[in-house]
């Protein structure tokens, strides 16, 4: 099992009321395995996505990545999210100021040397169709080249799980569709892929489907 999930419980305070998220919430998945959550707006999916990706701590239970319980140690914590997870959010959160090239081989560098961490950021980029597009600043890309080229920043670490966050949210549906053929294609390679989405038809390429619903 590449990432379990025991017993997971969070609610949230406002005000005088407290909202119970997830109560009790299991999840397992294997290597390779590709899962899509869906449910209505308000379910939990970002919540359960970040406590999974070691983003957010669960009031109790445990989440476990290949074995390891990811929220015992906050070193630890930071070496997994850096070393195994990549994440792609709804908006792109690429830095203004630097290329294609530079946004992908940045958080690379953590990990390797300089070098080494462009040579790969190029590669990922040109795997991804965006060769001609390396040495662009994110204001001179297309909304959906800017979300390739935050697919690629999320892949330079060569993560074993993949989480993704609505990331066609504010695509249009040729673009969707780039960025899921993408996503199938990691995932044919091995990736593991957790991605949240409302729509059915981008969850339908995916290997199972969660569904959640609000408590
Ligand atoms: P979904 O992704 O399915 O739309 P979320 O996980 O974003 O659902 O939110 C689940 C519930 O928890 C919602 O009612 C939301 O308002 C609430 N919630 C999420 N994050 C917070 C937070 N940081 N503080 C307070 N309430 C939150």
Known sequence: ???????????????NSTIKVLEGFNFEMEKGDFVAVVGPSGAG?????????????PDEGFVFFNGENIYNDRKNLDNIRNKHFGFV??????????????????????????NNAFSRA???????????????????LSGGEQQ?????????????????????????KDNSRIIIDEFK?????????????HDEKIASVAKRTLRMEKL
């Open 45 to 57: 999916k970002s919540t359960l996505l970040h406590i999974l990706g070691g983003l957010e701590k």
């Open 89 to 114: 959010f709804q908006f792109h959160y690429l830095l203004n100021d630097f290329t294609a090239l530079e946004n992908v081989a940045i958080p690379g560098m953590i990990n390797d040397s300089e």
């Open 122 to 140: 190029k590669e990922i980029l040109v795997k991804m169709g965006l060769e001609g597009r390396i040495n662009h600043f994110p204001k001179e």
């Open 148 to 172: 390739r080229v935050a697919i690629a920043r999320a892949l330079i670490n060569d993560p074993s799980v993949l989480f993704a966050d609505e990331p066609t949210g504010n695509l249009d």
């Open 1 to 15: 099992m590449i990432l379990e999930a025991k017993s997971l419980y969070k609610s949230y305070k406002k005000g």
């Open 185 to 197: 294609r990691l995932n044919a390679e091995g990736l593991s892929i957790i991605l949240v989405t």
